[in-house]
């Protein structure tokens, strides 16, 4: 069938790795099918309309617009193609496949209000009319309507069960529902109708990830990379489950890939720079994550990262300029805050320090190793009632973090050590 695919409304999936948002501004996003009917369909139900209407010599022109405008619709020459269909539309007012078909244009083109109108228009001529209702289904769905378009999915299988991309579409309404099981047996119908549906097996994924379920999504992260490597989120999503697995090595040469298949992308050196973190493997890091910075001066997760990575290094004076300026660019990342809280610690600026340590712990409450960090500054300050306190709130967070396990912010600021494993305490006496 052919098909002119439509993106995907960010609403429904929203994946997180830092601040690098998936699907990313300048990522492929996933593919919702605008669907047109086949030349040999397209001929048959021209000559019918036609006939209907007593045009004299409208069969052949009708089919000819409809197949001349399908051609141009698959090749993105949108301007080309609305013109046909307007001929189209007026020779054979009564042609369901022409108003379809105008529909989807209209859809491409951002003219939702007309989209439908021709889709209804098509589906008052032929109630059962796949290809109108499945791409109303989409334009339901982002609208906001999602009711009416996962009724409207549903009564497209009714009579098209194994429809691989309305099943897909289906499913992704299930899971923004929280529909689970729902949204999995549909990819999984969908692939069993189409077995190199990337975007089916990515969804598997994205369902078993957040399950926590990291080698299952891995299995499907891989399968879809391996039948579309145009996307830098497949790469982006297998790469992170690998290192939520501390399969480091293996994540450093997905993202290795990533960077030889989209070279000018920021995203991809930056988790280049997080896989090389995990290895320890400090020169590569560093030399990722600048390359990431070069391209995107002001990202927020780069210049913490960096920032982490030259103060490990011993480079402090740098480290403390790409956190601080972090900082300045965002009063929400954490481990901006975090870390030149430590370092502040470690240079034994304490007073500096604490602002910077409280204003994280307002952001992660739950990291015990802030609230070491505090206690270690709060004693050297002879602050005693308020250290020990911070030190009561540490230990009770770390055996919560001992209990729960990695989360996905373990995953992108790997130690070599463990994360919060505190030095000695120094005395409160």
Known sequence: ??????????CFVSFRMGSWFMPFACLATLSLAVFAPTAAQTQRRATHAAQGNN??????DVGALLRAAIAALQAGRLDEAEPLLNRAVAAAPANADAHSLLGALLDQRGRGIEAEREYRAALRLNPKHVAARANLGVLLARTGR????????????RDAPAHPQVLFNLGVQYAARGQSEAAVDCWQRALAARPDFADANFMIGEELRKQRRYEGAAEFYERALAQDASKLVYYVRLGGVLMMLVQYDKAFAVFQR???RFPDKPEAYYFVGIAARGRAAYDAAEAALRKSLALQPDNV???????????ARGNDAEAETLLRRATTLSD???YAYYDLGRLLVKARRYEEAL?????GAVI???SAGVHYQQFIALSRLKRKDEAERELAVFKRLEEERKARGRDEDDSENPDPAPAEAPPPAPSLD
Request: a negative charge; charged letters at 25%.
């Open 332 to 334: 929400r990342h954490f």
């Open 55 to 60: 045009a004299t010599g409208a069969r052949e």
């Open 146 to 157: 999602a009711d009416e378009a996962v009724r409207t999915f549903e009564d497209v299988l």
């Open 1 to 10: 069938m052919n098909q002119v695919t439509q993106s995907l409304p960010s």
């Open 364 to 366: 992660k409450p739950n």
């Open 355 to 359: 602002p910077f340590l409280q204003r």
């Open 301 to 311: 997760d780069t210049l913490a990262q960096l920032g982490f990575i030259v103060g």
């Open 258 to 260: 990533a960077v030889e």
